[in-house]
């Protein structure tokens, strides 16, 4: 029943009946209001300060001030819970391994998982990220303090000849004050470009380039993490193409392989994977997520402390773990200047990382990250940290992941891990210095594995959307050889690019009536779509501007079937050659008359009497000629034995011939650029030469304000020529420009 009145509504006939209305009457009917903000209004209500809008920007610089007292402590409090203390056990490692990426020693990696922890949990508003050391932005750190503060600074003569030594405890002092300084530096330029809403750049990060990116990223994280699993020792690279030369360099070690700790890394794995499954096939009985991270470190420190893995089989363990917190230290601000760049790129790509994840976590959970403030809690996260002798921090997805698949359901989770770290850093942080590296890089690549399922995007992509596909596999190819750093900024351009080509390759097309209709629809797409008859309606996908201006009038020229550029070249051509035939036949009627003149003299002068039976000549009679509105009237030259006649007129193509009248529908176009304007203003103009009239409908009020400032209109060129709509247009082409159109429509 509910169908069949659905399809009853879909058939009931209505009739329209009113005027057709340009944009004129449009503007006299409606009222058209000229009310505009000034600059001046708009500055003074942006600084303009009331109680709900202070409110509003204090909890929105302090987004746990907003959600915190709303916080559900039955559903989240024991996921937050335990998702927690599994990541903060995995700050432990992950902050130890990154610290000796970025040359510093292992505890500042700690400082760097607790502090700046506790600032985002404050300033942030992702609910599921897992900031803190990252292995890209470790290396990064590395590649500055490496570059600063060399060995050979700090290499010395030493008691014996020809030998040399490192002071490693200055050293080690001089690269922490470089690490935390180059940190400072971009938590301030992270804060600067917060203020100024830099964060509208995450407009540009569609989701097959976020998706991508990530993949290519969790890549950089697994080729970091195989040393620990193989027990190897490459080099450090750094710059494009540096995972390569990584990866190379891995294979040919492969030989030195360290049997114990790629057993250790195998079981691990193993281990992992049918933990987690097993899990998942509990999670439906058991309301209570289990911490199988946890445990697997927790049995994987007590198998190592037992069998002694360090000493007997020579697997990498994490070391030793002082405890205590560092006092706070001023940065070093003679070395700004020389690090300006590497903190700047430091700030954008631990922004671009962090809002990546954020975005991907955000729309899987429906809930909204603010770009801006996020760039205000990592700027005051880096800034406030690097006084406390941390490095820079972003997100890392080996935590996300499993703080999102141990139940973590808030920052809550974030504030609880930096707990642990802080438990860990005062008193308990020696029971883990047996753990195995291998472990935690086992942990790293089985929670990745959610990263990899991403690859299936290329077929999905390929199905739906090739120019997503496109964005994908290119933002995979260039983060990889380009690293993440230059990666982001060229995947970004070349996403940008692929809009631009979009925009300079839209669809033209021609558009025809469904019969008995107002509507209008492109006449290969539908098989009862027809033209009306001496109107071409023409449209573009796409907006016009400086990148498609000439490719749209192309397309006009093609569609329509009328090169009017050619047309008008054809009717010059053809108006010189009148005027060229026509001096040609006034100069030989000239010369006729006076050879004439000349005969008729001497035949006088030797037969002074005609005879009045004889024929008198005619004098050449020559017609002038006149053109008006494009039409050249006959031209002739009249003579008693030879005529001469030249005719010209109107240049038409018979196989092709003009229009009426050519509408444009600018439905589709947003903007206008100087180039736009000046290209729908030479159409009006070439067209109209040749006799067809051009309208445009369908303007929105920014392009007909361009119009407007770009001096479209004038005393000849009014806004009657506009029309809200293509069927206004094609009843006011048909009836004529003088009398008012009743518009009436059955359907």
């Given amino acids: 029943m509910e169908e069949d009145m659905k399809e009853l509504r879909k058939r009931v006939p209505y009739h329209i009946q009113r005027e057709v209305l340009d944009e004129l009457s449009v503007d006299q009917v409606a009222e058209k209001s000229d009310f505009n903000i000034s600059v001046k209004e708009k500055l003074k209500d942006a600084v303009r300060c009331t109680g709900p809008k202070a409110k509003s920007c204090f909890l929105s610089f302090i987004p746990l001030l907003a959600w915190l007292p709303k916080y559900p402590f039955r559903e989240n409090a024991i996921g937050d819970l335990i998702s927690g203390i599994s990541v903060g056990i995995m700050h432990l490692p992950q902050g130890m391994a990154y610290a000796l990426l ?25 609910k599921h990220i897992s900031v803190g050391t990252y292995a890209v932005m470790s290396v990064m750190i590395g590649s500055v303090t490496e570059r600063l503060a060399p060995d050979s600074d700090f290499t010395f003569p030493g008691n014996e000849t020809n030998s040399t030594y490192i002071d490693f405890s200055s050293r080690d002092a001089e690269r922490v004050k470089i690490a935390a300084t180059v940190t400072f530096l971009s938590g301030i330029f992270q804060l600067l470009l917060g203020v100024v809403r830099f964060g509208f750049v995450v407009t540009y990060l569609s989701e097959p380039l976020v998706r991508s990116y990530t993949t290519a990223a969790a890549i950089h994280v697994i080729v970091s993490q195989l040393k620990y699993s193989f027990g190897i020792n490459p080099h450090r690279y750094s710059g494009p193409l540096s995972l390569i030369y990584t990866v190379i360099e891995i294979c040919a070690l492969l030989g030195k392989t360290n049997i114990g700790t790629l057993v250790v890394s195998i079981v691990t794995i193993v281990g992992l994977i049918i933990a987690k499954e097993l899990s998942a096939l509990a999670a439906k009985k ?47 601000v003679s070395q700004l200047g020389s690090m300006v760049g590497d903190a700047f790129a430091l700030a954008v ?43 820079a921090i972003s997100c890392s997805m080996s935590r996300s992941m499993v703080q999102v ?31 195995p590296k291998a472990v935690l890089a086992a942990i790293i690549y089985v929670n990745l594995q959610g990263m990899m399922k991403q690859f299936g995007d290329i077929c999905s992509l390929w199905r739906t959307n090739k120019v997503d596909m496109v964005v994908w596999v290119m933002t995979m190819i260039l983060t990889i050889l380009f690293n993440p750093d230059m990666g982001l900024a060229a995947s970004i351009a070349f996403s940008i690019l692929t809009v631009v080509f ?30 009306i008859p001496g109107i071409t309606i023409f449209r573009s996908s796409a907006t016009l501007y400086f990148a498609n201006a000439e490719m749209y009038i192309d397309a006009l020229y093609e569609k329509t079937g009328v090169d009017v550029a050619k047309l008008l070249s054809h009717k010059k051509k053809l108006q010189a050659k009148r005027l060229r035939k026509e001096k040609k036949a006034a100069k030989k009627a000239k010369k006729e008359a006076k050879k004439r003149a000349k005969e008729a003299a001497r035949q006088a002068k030797e037969e002074p009497v005609f005879s009045d039976t004889e024929e008198s000549e005619e004098e050449p009679e020559l017609v002038s000629h006149s053109q008006t509105n494009g039409n050249v009237h006959e031209l002739s030259v009249k003579e008693p034995k030879d005529m001469v006649v030249v005719e010209a007129g109107p240049y038409t193509d018979p196989d092709t011939p003009l229009p009426k009248a050519i509408i444009l ?14 290209t729908l203003r030479n159409i009006y103009k070439d067209y109209g030469e040749a006799g067809v009239q051009i309208y445009l409908c369908g303007c929105q009020r ?46």
């Fill in 102 to 126: 970025a040359a510093v020693p292992p505890v500042f990696g700690l400082y760097s998982s607790f502090y700046p922890i506790l600032i985002y949990f404050i300033f942030g508003t992702s």
């Fill in 286 to 332: 058991i309301p209570i997520p289990i911490p199988v991270e946890l445990i697997t470190i927790i049995i994987a420190t007590v198998v190592s402390w037992y069998m002694d893995l360090k000493t007997i089989y020579k697997v990498e363990v994490v070391g030793e773990i002082p405890s205590g917190l560092q006092a706070p230290v001023a940065p070093k």
């Fill in 405 to 435: 698949s141990t139940g973590g359901k808030s920052q809550v989770a974030g504030a609880i891990s930096a707990l642990v770290i802080l438990v860990i850093l005062l008193k308990i942080g020696e029971l883990f210095e047996e753990l």
């Fill in 702 to 747: 920014g392009v007909v304000e361009s119009m407007e400032k770009g001096d479209f209109f004038n005393e000849k060129v009014t806004k009657s020529i506009l029309f809200s709509t293509v069927h206004d247009a094609v009843l006011y082409c048909q009836q004529g420009n003088n009398e008012k159109v009743m518009q009436g429509t059955h359907l």
């Fill in 502 to 531: 979009r925009t300079q390759l839209p669809k033209y097309s021609i558009l025809g009536q469904i019969p008995g209709t107002d509507i209008y629809k492109p006449v290969e797409d539908y098989n009862q779509v027809k033209e």
């Fill in 349 to 391: 790509v631990g922004y671009g990382i962090a809002i990546s994840l954020g975005r991907i976590f955000a729309l899987k959970y429906a809930y909204k990250v603010d770009s801006n403030q996020e760039l205000i809690a990592l700027g005051l996260s880096n800034s406030i940290g690097g006084l406390f002798s941390c490095f």
């Fill in 665 to 678: 529908d600018l439905n589709p176009v947003n903007f206008l650029d100087t180039v736009g304007v000046k």
